[in-house]
């Protein structure tokens, strides 16, 4: 093709992404795994568990989020700084 | 979004006559929040536009707003395109009428939904972003070098689009039902003012692009908020507290449906349901950002991180998504009665009749503005997609390859004119059941490119003959067994979107068991044809590509630099 390829951004560490990794998982399967939360009781001011437990995964899931974003865009900007560091002509 | 909101129009045993008087004070608000709307539309083209942008003559400055929209316009945009008017009244009313499975799923499903946005879209806006990609299937196709296959992404993404906005109109339609308007003795006065807003959003969508929608959000947002907010805080105390509505409630859904000689529905899922609820959840996640309105909301951001940021932020909708689906319980508690003009049984008119019986007439008023002012946003984002798919995947990939950028926006603003035209004749003229009947299936097709797409983000592994078989596979599948349910109640096809997952009684989301087999027979064809050392070339991407960020140069830029060493 043409140009070689120039990469953008220097080699990753692995915990960042794993961490972040983990977190959104949690964000993902635990909001899916019904029989964990299809029962009314504990009711919540007269909502049944079923229900304000999935409006409460609102908040944790955009929570878990935030950490995520937070853990990756700080090791993009190494991993950035890295390749201008390094590379820069 | 939620494609599976079926048996919307329960029972039809004839009730009174279902003539409403007109509600003017409530209808002089939504007509004056509409003209409202309308002027800030006109203006949007003026919008952060430099002098020499205006006309938008480009698919970056029509199509896609210029390419450079924030955090906070971002959040406005999308959260006014994924959670739209049909939404809106159509999840409540099935919370009314069948209770939890079909209706409270989308509150898991627009959870889940964000940790798959913030894994996958990010990677998405920084390939279009280096190459210039309008469309998710610019994207395939430049990633495969198969015009085939993106074709069949774009057709997949317009055929999927089309019966969305023709919802988006049936949600308007229950606005103006309960206003008052639309009594069936005249069909034409009936529909006009359905016409006209139709027209005035076609003609500001031609004139501003994707600034249009972008500006009405914030207000239709806004208003939103409001309604959802005020009715949150009033009603449940003044109908007797939360715990009152869960008993009335369950004391409607579990009654036996003389139609089935089954309970209406469920408060709490039983457990044969809970494979219903969560494939459900996440099909409609996975196929959610897989619509090209939803992408066309990404690739109009400015820089690779919105929309990760954004995927912190618009859950924030979700929970206003969570308490809407519940005012279905409190209008069930409230004994609204959502009869139609002739005189049948319309659930959708429930969250709508609500808002009108339990509200002064203005505030009333102003909720179903907003309502009405929900299917716009959306509309026009989805006609800028499909005109989009349309003009870059279709006609200048196999008419005209050589369609200059002006020549492009020309072309798909005039196709976003037709697209509407084609939505409004689909509801005119079709019932209204067919448009759900194809809202149905398009989510369970959009979600048969979510491979192509996906796996291209991250490999090249997949050979595009393997990807273009799955993809024709999945799209039978789902769609002869989506018509092979039949609706207990009515006899009809398409009655539903779960069925028995293959060779097991478990009822899964149909999207999902096509995608499975999509998905299976990629891989394993993808294999055999590697066996064979079937050659699969052409791949306009590499790897720096998936990470680029706004201050990265672009591949026109980089060629003009450092020039080809070798073809």
Same mark, same amino acid.
């Given at each position: 093709m043409s140009a070689p390829d120039v990469p953008t951004r220097g080699p990753a560490r692995v915990a960042p992404y794993l961490t972040a990794g983990i977190l959104v998982a949690i964000a993902i399967v635990m909001p899916l795994t019904v029989p964990l939360y299809a029962r009314a009781t504990p009711a919540l001011w007269g909502i049944p568990f079923f229900y304000w437990y999935q409006l409460l995964w609102v908040f944790i899931a955009a929570g878990l989020l935030a950490v995520s974003y937070a853990l990756v865009t700080r090791e993009d900007r190494r991993r950035r700084a890295a390749v201008r560091g390094a590379g820069e002509r | 979004m939620s494609?599976?909101?079926?048996?919307?129009?329960?029972?039809?045993?004839?009730? #009174?006559? @279902?003539?409403?008087?007109?509600?003017?004070?409530?209808?002089?608000?939504?007509?004056?929040?509409?003209? /409202?709307? #309308?002027? =800030? &539309?006109?203006l949007a083209s003026r919008w952060r536009t430099e002098a020499s942008a205006r006309g938008l003559h480009s698919l970056d400055e029509w199509g896609l707003g210029g390419r450079g929209f924030g955090t906070w316009v971002t959040w406005f945009l999308l959260g006014g395109d994924l959670y739209t008017a049909y939404t809106f009244v159509a999840v409540p009313a099935a919370m009314w009428a069948?209770?939890?499975?079909?209706?409270?799923?989308?509150?898991?499903?627009?959870?889940?939904?964000?940790?798959?946005?913030?894994?996958?879209?990010?990677?998405?806006?920084?390939?279009?972003?280096?190459?210039?990609?309008?469309?998710?299937?610019?994207?395939? &196709?430049?990633?495969?070098?198969?015009?085939?296959?993106?074709?069949?992404?774009?057709?997949? @993404? =317009?055929?999927?689009?089309?019966?969305? =906005?023709?919802?988006? /109109?049936?949600?308007?339609?229950?606005?103006?039902?309960? /206003? @008052?308007?639309?009594?069936?003795?005249?069909p034409l006065m009936a529909d006009l003012p359905l016409i006209i807003a139709f027209v005035v959003l076609a003609a500001y969508t031609y004139t501003g692009g994707l600034r249009a929608p972008a500006l009405i959000a914030v207000v239709k947002d806004v208003l939103i908020y409001i309604a959802i907010i005020v009715a949150i805080a009033y009603l449940p105390a003044h109908f007797g507290g939360w715990g009152g509505i869960f008993d009335a409630a369950e004391k409607k859904l579990s009654a036996t449906n003389p139609a089935t000689g089954a309970p209406f529905g469920a408060v709490i899922p039983g457990v044969t349901g809970f494979n219903a609820y969560w494939t459900l959840a996440l099909g409609s996640a996975m196929a959610l950002f897989m619509y090209p309105h939803s992408i066309t909301g990404v690739l109009a951001t400015k820089s690779r991180n919105t929309i990760r940021r954004n995927a912190v932020y618009l859950p924030l909708y979700s929970l206003m998504l969570g308490f809407l689906a519940l005012l279905g319980y409190v209008a069930i508690k409230a004994g609204t009665n959502p009869v139609d003009t002739n005189g049948a049984i319309n659930a959708q008119l429930v969250v709508p009749q609500l808002f009108l019986d339990a509200f002064p007439s203005w505030f009333g008023g102003v909720a179903l503005a907003a309502i009405a002012i929900g299917a716009l946003v959306p509309a026009a984002i989805m006609s800028i997609a499909a005109s989009n798919l349309f003009t870059r995947n279709i006609y200048r990939d196999f008419f005209k390859k050589d369609a200059t950028a +002006?020549?492009? #926006?020309?072309?798909? +603003?005039?196709?976003?004119? =037709?697209? +509407?035209? &084609?939505? /409004?004749?689909?509801?005119?003229?079709?019932?209204?059941?067919?448009?759900?009947?194809?809202?149905?299936?398009?989510g369970i097709w959009i979600l048969q490119t979510f491979p192509s797409i996906v796996a291209g983000l991250y490999t090249r592994w997949f050979n595009k003959w393997a990807l273009l078989v799955g993809w024709a596979a999945g799209i039978a599948y789902g769609t002869i067994t989506a018509y092979d349910v039949v609706n207990p109640a009515t006899h009809a096809h398409f009655g539903g979107s779960i069925a028995a997952f293959p060779f097991t009684s478990t009822t899964v989301y149909i999207g999902v068991t096509a995608f499975l087999i999509n998905a299976l027979i990629a891989v394993v064809g993808t294999l055999v044809l590697r066996a064979f050392r079937v050659r699969d070339t052409g791949d306009a991407t590499r790897e720096s590509d998936f990470d680029a960020d706004e201050n990265d140069p672009k591949v026109a830029e980089i060629e003009r630099s450092e020039p080809l060493l070798e073809p």
């Amino acid at each position: 093709m043409s140009a070689p390829d120039v990469p953008t951004r220097g080699p990753a560490r692995v915990a960042p992404y794993l961490t972040a990794g983990i977190l959104v998982a949690i964000a993902i399967v635990m909001p899916l795994t019904v029989p964990l939360y299809a029962r009314a009781t504990p009711a919540l001011w007269g909502i049944p568990f079923f229900y304000w437990y999935q409006l409460l995964w609102v908040f944790i899931a955009a929570g878990l989020l935030a950490v995520s974003y937070a853990l990756v865009t700080r090791e993009d900007r190494r991993r950035r700084a890295a390749v201008r560091g390094a590379g820069e002509r | 979004m939620s494609a599976h909101l079926l048996s919307l129009v329960t029972g039809t045993g004839p009730d #009174a006559s @279902g003539h409403r008087p007109v509600n003017w004070v409530a209808l002089i608000i939504v007509i004056v929040l509409f003209v /409202l709307v #309308a002027v =800030i &539309g006109f203006l949007a083209s003026r919008w952060r536009t430099e002098a020499s942008a205006r006309g938008l003559h480009s698919l970056d400055e029509w199509g896609l707003g210029g390419r450079g929209f924030g955090t906070w316009v971002t959040w406005f945009l999308l959260g006014g395109d994924l959670y739209t008017a049909y939404t809106f009244v159509a999840v409540p009313a099935a919370m009314w009428a069948s209770g939890a499975v079909s209706g409270f799923f989308a509150v898991p499903y627009t959870v889940v939904l964000y940790p798959i946005v913030f894994i996958l879209m990010s990677r998405l806006w920084s390939v279009s972003h280096r190459h210039g990609y309008v469309t998710p299937a610019d994207f395939v &196709g430049g990633r495969y070098g198969s015009r085939w296959l993106s074709l069949a992404v774009a057709v997949t @993404g =317009i055929v999927a689009t089309m019966p969305y =906005i023709a919802l988006q /109109l049936v949600g308007i339609r229950a606005v103006l039902t309960v /206003l @008052g308007l639309g009594s069936n003795s005249n069909p034409l006065m009936a529909d006009l003012p359905l016409i006209i807003a139709f027209v005035v959003l076609a003609a500001y969508t031609y004139t501003g692009g994707l600034r249009a929608p972008a500006l009405i959000a914030v207000v239709k947002d806004v208003l939103i908020y409001i309604a959802i907010i005020v009715a949150i805080a009033y009603l449940p105390a003044h109908f007797g507290g939360w715990g009152g509505i869960f008993d009335a409630a369950e004391k409607k859904l579990s009654a036996t449906n003389p139609a089935t000689g089954a309970p209406f529905g469920a408060v709490i899922p039983g457990v044969t349901g809970f494979n219903a609820y969560w494939t459900l959840a996440l099909g409609s996640a996975m196929a959610l950002f897989m619509y090209p309105h939803s992408i066309t909301g990404v690739l109009a951001t400015k820089s690779r991180n919105t929309i990760r940021r954004n995927a912190v932020y618009l859950p924030l909708y979700s929970l206003m998504l969570g308490f809407l689906a519940l005012l279905g319980y409190v209008a069930i508690k409230a004994g609204t009665n959502p009869v139609d003009t002739n005189g049948a049984i319309n659930a959708q008119l429930v969250v709508p009749q609500l808002f009108l019986d339990a509200f002064p007439s203005w505030f009333g008023g102003v909720a179903l503005a907003a309502i009405a002012i929900g299917a716009l946003v959306p509309a026009a984002i989805m006609s800028i997609a499909a005109s989009n798919l349309f003009t870059r995947n279709i006609y200048r990939d196999f008419f005209k390859k050589d369609a200059t950028a +002006k020549h492009e #926006a020309n072309v798909s +603003k005039l196709v976003s004119l =037709i697209v +509407k035209f &084609g939505a /409004l004749v689909f509801v005119l003229g079709l019932d209204q059941s067919s448009a759900i009947n194809f809202q149905l299936l398009g989510g369970i097709w959009i979600l048969q490119t979510f491979p192509s797409i996906v796996a291209g983000l991250y490999t090249r592994w997949f050979n595009k003959w393997a990807l273009l078989v799955g993809w024709a596979a999945g799209i039978a599948y789902g769609t002869i067994t989506a018509y092979d349910v039949v609706n207990p109640a009515t006899h009809a096809h398409f009655g539903g979107s779960i069925a028995a997952f293959p060779f097991t009684s478990t009822t899964v989301y149909i999207g999902v068991t096509a995608f499975l087999i999509n998905a299976l027979i990629a891989v394993v064809g993808t294999l055999v044809l590697r066996a064979f050392r079937v050659r699969d070339t052409g791949d306009a991407t590499r790897e720096s590509d998936f990470d680029a960020d706004e201050n990265d140069p672009k591949v026109a830029e980089i060629e003009r630099s450092e020039p080809l060493l070798e073809p």
